[in-house]
């Protein structure tokens, strides 16, 4: 395991090398989740890219100091330890919050990123009040009060099956993250605006949905696709919120494409 100091914080990261030359991908995980999702897209990737995952704040292995946070916060967080590692114009792919962190990212520091892959994300998710009434459960009743709805929103029903070990894994995984980190990253997300910066991008940009999913439609992720200048855009089958689970070689495939070269995509 890797840690770094970064902003005051202890964050946990994880380096997979490549052969020189070849491009950087950094990952950025959803709410409630930590890197380990992306496991089973970065080993059909490995040797390809060089790989970057961390745990953002009150995340995983990294710190979760008391709330709320701004994605200002993770944005400078990711900034530091792509700084700290030395990484320079990375690609860098976030999913869900994650990918209003690379957005963010974008936004203040441009140097570091080459493009972007946003997977299951829109600059603006969601209203004032589901947060605020998302945070006001967390802190009463902790995470596993919302584990159900959540699941739903990010599996499909073949997937949600109570003999899938996986799906039970995965829902473990939300109700093990630090309460104060999830009720801090809600506040940041529905804080969060980035629609300006989507419309003003000048890197290229892959954007992502599983075609089931309950948190970033479709429809919700096209119109940020149609939004960013002369964006990809894929719909993944058969897939809900994070297709790094349900479908990771349709999203490695579609990773794959898009670094190779420009291409509106097949959705």
Request: charged share 25%; with cysteine; aromatic share 6%.
């Amino acid at each position: 395991m890797q840690f770094a100091q970064i902003n005051g914080i202890t964050l946990h990261y994880q380096i997979i090398g490549a052969p020189e030359g070849r491009p950087v991908l950094v990952f950025a995980n959803s709410l409630g989740t930590d890197f380990r999702i992306w496991r089973d897209v970065i080993v059909r990737l490995v040797g390809e890219v060089g790989i970057v995952l961390y745990d953002k704040r009150g995340h995983g292995l990294s710190d979760a100091p008391d709330g709320p946070y701004a994605i200002d916060d993770h944005v400078a967080d990711l900034a530091g330890l792509l700084d700290y590692l030395d990484v320079k114009k990375a690609t860098i792919c976030g999913l869900s919050v994650g990918g209003m962190i690379a957005l963010g990212l974008f936004r203040d520091r441009p140097e570091l990123v080459r493009s972007l892959i946003l997977c299951d994300t829109a600059p603006k998710i969601g209203t004032e009040k589901l947060w605020n009434d998302r945070i006001d459960t967390v802190r009463d009743k902790g995470l596993a009060a919302l584990a159900d709805p959540v699941m739903e929103r990010w599996f499909t029903a073949d997937f949600r099956r109570p003999d899938n070990a996986e799906y039970l894994g995965y829902r473990n995984m939300l109700t093990r993250q630090p309460v104060a980190g999830y009720a801090g990253t809600c506040a940041a997300i529905r804080d969060a605006d980035l629609t300006d910066v989507a419309r003003t991008l000048t890197v290229p940009a892959s954007c992502v949905v599983g075609d089931q999913d309950g948190s970033t439609p479709p429809d919700l992720v096209a119109a940020m696709a149609k939004a960013i200048p002369d964006a990809r855009f894929d719909v993944i089958k058969d897939c809900g919120h994070i297709p790094c689970v349900e479908q990771p070689v349709a999203l490695a495939d579609i990773i794959r494409a898009f670094l190779g070269g420009p291409g509106k995509g097949t959705g």
